[in-house]
């Protein structure tokens, strides 16, 4: 006679078995938010080096993501020039100026936007000054 093994699982088939389980469990963590225990403080502002004001000033950029209990979460960024940026800096009355409520902009029917960031230095008139660069069309 001959004696009848049992059949079991062969072991690839357990090891697989595990792996799968392993990242239907991690998948399932991240997926339920409970991750965050471990990432606590990645959006405080002050853990991202910036400070909560009530507006960014000039020098300064809005983190839209970090959490700040009154205000902005405004960090320091580094100016560049204008043309560093791309653009040149443009005063009132040049082919790149249009007028909106006394308030100039860079003129976007005649091919130029502005670049926000940029900094561009006093015109000797005294005029408003922008960085403004020719748009991509």
């Known amino acids: 006679m001959t004696a009848k093994k049992g059949q079991g ?10 792996l799968v389980m392993t990242v239907l469990v991690v998948l399932i963590v991240v997926l339920t938010n ?9 959006g405080d502002c002050e853990t991202q080096s910036g400070q909560c004001m009530d507006s960014c000033p000039s020098g300064y950029a809005k983190a839209p993501l970090a959490k700040c209990s009154t205000g902005s979460c405004c960090i320091k960024v580094e100016e560049k020039t204008c043309t ?31 670049v926000p960031s940029a900094k561009c230095p006093p015109s000797e ?6 960085c403004c660069k020719q748009s991509i069309t």
């Open 9 to 18: 699982l062969p072991l690839n088939t357990i090891i697989i078995a595990i």
């Open 34 to 42: 409970g991750i965050g225990k471990f990432s606590f403080g990645l």
């Open 84 to 114: 560093e940026l791309g653009g040149e800096c443009y005063s009132a009355g040049t082919p790149a100026h249009s007028s909106s409520n006394g308030v100039w902009v860079c003129d976007e029917a005649a091919g130029y936007e502005e």
């Open 125 to 130: 008139a005294g005029n408003q000054v922008k």
